[in-house]
């Protein structure tokens, strides 16, 4: 049986849009994450999640443990539903109310960390807790500079760059009372979160491996200076790096004790193109075909589900299932309708499905209120996303 009509048949008794997960795609690319860890332990990423059932599951499978949440507001919730007893919030958080919230829960403030690169956030924290506990975890710069820094790749986030100034920032946080610094952090998004084999560019491909092997260098000889000044001042807990991309590069670095994943659970479409790992499509979802403009071409209903970031074509969702179709360069991805070109749309007819992949993981649930569940050829569950427990954190 294709994959398609095993799809088509599992969930025959739907009606589109929907979305589903492959559960056998999931369990096998959370397996292929574990074993890409070499045994240091996995903190899921919820932002790529997104649905409360489907953490639950992964936290109980070998190599998992805790949760990197993306607000305050989603940490606070995950911990009182008791998902997790150690959840860190990725970003630093201007929430007054939230912290508020946090510092009044005794098993939140035992349960989350939240995320620190300035003495502007220790002023607002404290004001808004009262000094009463918190734990905090410095964010590091994990972008690669040459020429002098002229050059710099990687995501725009934290100013705390060098050994020296972590060891300052974790002595101010140890100068304020209630405040206890537990771990340190540092996304290297130029590595973990780019493919270096993107299709029809081999020229750019090499030229990106070759920075992404210097940056990974640079980075981890930095690192390990930062994680040993840091630990003159005070034990940490915790030092976590990485992403779905950079898995099992990042888990070799002795200072690291923990790397983040959560993309390479869904394996959504912008995870497809590198060169150390492939995943198995899990998440996808349907449309239906209401219309045939003419030979070569179907309509189907919605779609333009676009993924954040750089606004290009590779922000698009993309047809996965029958193969061969593609986007209406004039139309692209449309709200309301999606015309989809290719031999493949004179073989469906009206009330057909077709099958897409996100660009990007857990924004697919912003979308759908419900993940269901697939098994072979059968749904087995149906589950919220955080959308459909009445959750939108952003």
């Not at 759908?368 to 959750?391: A, K, N, W």
Request: charge should be positive; aromatic fraction near 6%.
């Amino acid at each position: 049986m294709t994959l398609r009509k095993r799809y088509d048949m599992a969930t025959s008794h739907l009606e589109p849009p929907f979305a589903i997960v492959d559960l056998a795609a999931f369990r096998s690319n959370a397996a292929d994450l574990t074993r890409r860890a070499h045994g240091k332990p996995i903190r899921v990423a919820s932002k790529s999640v997104r649905c409360r059932a489907l953490l639950e599951q992964v936290l109980a499978m070998d190599g998992f443990a805790g949760i990197m949440a993306f607000t305050l507001p989603e940490a606070l919730w995950l911990a009182g539903e008791r998902v997790s007893d150690d959840i860190l919030v990725a970003y630093p958080t201007a929430d007054r109310t939230a912290l508020a919230r946090l510092a009044d829960d005794e098993h939140a403030a035992a349960t989350v960390t939240v995320m620190v690169d300035c003495v502007e956030h220790l002023d607002l924290i404290q004001k808004a807790t009262g000094g009463r506990p918190v734990r905090v975890c410095i964010d590091i710069d994990a972008a690669w500079r040459a020429a002098g820094g002229r050059i710099r790749v990687g995501a725009l986030r934290s100013p705390v760059r060098s050994p020296e100034q972590a060891a300052e920032l974790a002595r101010e946080v140890g100068h304020r009372p209630g405040l206890r610094l537990v771990g340190l952090m540092a996304y290297e998004s130029q590595i973990a979160g780019v493919g270096d084999d993107p299709p029809g560019r081999p020229m750019f491909s090499r030229a990106l491996r070759l920075i992404q092997a210097q940056s990974r260098v640079e980075l981890a000889r930095r690192r390990a200076l930062i994680v040993k000044a840091v630990r003159e001042i005070t034990d940490l807990e915790f030092v976590n790096g990485g992403g779905t991309g950079s898995v099992e590069k990042t888990a070799a670095e002795k200072a690291v004790t923990e790397v983040a994943a959560g993309s390479g659970l869904y394996q959504s479409v912008l995870f497809d193109h590198y060169t150390n790992f492939s995943g198995s499509p899990a998440a996808l979802f349907a449309l239906p075909v209401v219309r045939r403009p003419g030979p070569g071409v179907v309509t189907a209903l919605g779609g333009g589900y676009l993924a954040s970031g750089v606004a290009d074509r590779n922000r698009l969702p993309q047809p996965y299932l029958p193969a061969g179709l593609r986007f209406d360069a004039r139309e692209g991805a449309g709200e309301v309708q999606t015309p989809l070109l290719g031999a493949a749309a004179d073989g469906l007819r009206i009330g057909d499905r077709v099958w897409f992949r996100h660009a990007k993981a857990g924004e697919l649930c912003e979308r759908f209120d419900t993940l269901h569940l697939v098994d072979g050829d059968r749904v087995i569950d149906s589950v919220p996303t955080y959308r459909g427990e009445g959750r939108t954190f952003l």
